[in-house]
């Protein structure tokens, strides 16, 4: 399966330290768009860029994802696999008519910054692809790597397992990548620890928390290698502008391939100029030529707001904002006109757009920018569609699985008629000798794993559905009575096994120094579905959520797992 490539790389031609060669020939770079971060070097650099990224317009909902992924992730019609998913996990052929069998994969791990929804970084298409669900769970949130030895999950295209020498940072296991994408993902994880180094890591296998470099040095040695056998390819550049139409911003290190070596290889030190920068003419870099404001599913006169930037270079003339089209009454926006130097300032202005629809419906419209300096007037697509209010019905909340002394499962049923786009989970904790205090999480799954607890205490929890901005009531209460800890190994040598979710399988919980031998798991219905020589206290299972029979000869007795 190849990428259609072109050779970015020309040939390196320095003047008094300036790059001047190495230009994309075929990507069309906004004029102006990269002004901001001429003449900057290694962290001056990284943070300009930062700043040039972070501001962009934010997709609609991450359940939209596959409507979005239908203009960044397919084969084009010139390919034989046109009609498909292009999964860069996977070659198993899955068709775009639906995305049964695929997930909403967040390249750069969730969990490395905590997971929270509130960061732009949890629905920026720069990093999310659709990945086949095996492979997705395979892969979960290991680092990138190569696999030294036998993997512990091949499928051809990802690879999981033991990291070669000096990788990993720490992680037992790694995912390695078709060599035909390894460039893909390194310029991805260029564009994130760039666009977001502002976030805490909570994983610093591959980042460190620092705003230059951020990777670590081995994660630098090893994506600098991709980057440089895998150049751009054709893929990465058409999927480039169809993410600048939506969000509108960039992936630089696919417009000018040769920046990582400014921040992290051999120009590091140097100053960075891009081609095609601005004279004093006016421009207007954002918003883009006929990208789409969406707006997603929203109720019947409720009122949706999205917000659009607006950010020029030299603009003397008060840009004007203009709806028209059918359906213009549905659309507001804010103001008639925005401040020309505010749209000149590096972040631009931003302007907010309601949508609120009076009929059940598809609607669109049009936001006119216009007479800016003479220039030629863009227009924007607003897109929206109108539903009833959302029904919810009680959610029944379940035992929880897996508990053991620091952590359990919490888990509850879906009434089948309701469509859901989250779950919130009210926690409350019972510390001895303490006051009482409560927590809330978000999740995707009608399940919800908490690994920080205190052994012996006594904790509970409730669950609502939310479907756009409505709240079902809150379920049941369920208590939870954490254990004080694993028991001893018995006297005939067998031992007790307790077992607890994270987002990278099942982890097996022993006394301390016990060792299983010939640990077998199977599905319930009676398939061997992984083997395991020996686990010892802390050993993690990579298996998908679902429900599991584990059995060895010297377990004390079989463990159910189900989450």
Known sequence: ??????????????????????????????????????????GELKTALHNLLYNHTEISSYNNLPNYFRKTDVYPPDNERYGQWWDMY??????????????????????????STSTPAYIDLNHLYPSEAAANMAKSNYPLGEVS??????NGITSVGAPASGQGGGARLVFEPADEYKGDFARTYFYMVTCYQNLTWKYTWMVSNNLYPTLNTWAVNLLLKWHREDK?????????????????????????????????GDHRGEAFFPGGETQGDPVLITPVQDMALEFGETVVNDPNVASLQIRGENIKTNPELTVSGIDRKMFAVEVASVNASDVNKPEGT???????????GEHSARLIVSSYDGAKSRGIALVGQSVEKPVLHDIHALPASGVTSTSYTALWEVPEEDVIDYYVVTRTIYPDNAETYW????????????????????ESYNVRSCRLGYYSAASNEVYVDLLAGIDAVGEDGRVPMGWRVTGDGVVLTLPDGATVNGVMVYDLQGRLMLTVDEVTNGYLLPLAPGAYVISAPNLATPLRVIF
């Open 350 to 360: 931003w302007v907010r757009v309601t949508y609120k629809p009076t009929e059940i």
């Open 1 to 42: 399966m190849e990428k259609t490539r072109f050779n970015y790389y020309k040939g390196l031609v320095c003047l008094t330290g300036i790059l001047c060669g190495i230009l994309s020939v075929s990507a069309e770079i906004p004029a102006g768009y990269y002004t901001s971060i001429s003449g900057k070097r290694d």
């Open 90 to 115: 996977s070659d198993i052929p899955l068709y775009y008519n639906s995305f049964r069998g695929l997930n909403r994969e967040h390249s750069f791990p969730k969990s490395w910054w905590g997971g």
């Open 232 to 264: 751009v390819s054709q893929k990465e550049l058409d999927r480039n502008e169809e993410v600048y139409k939506v969000q509108a911003n960039r992936n630089p290190f696919i417009d000018y391939p040769e920046l990582a070596e400014y921040l992290w």
């Open 439 to 458: 927590e809330e999480q978000v999740a995707e799954e009608p399940h919800f794993t908490f690994n920080d607890c205190a052994p012996g205490t006594r």
């Open 149 to 154: 030895g036998k993997p512990t999950f091949d």
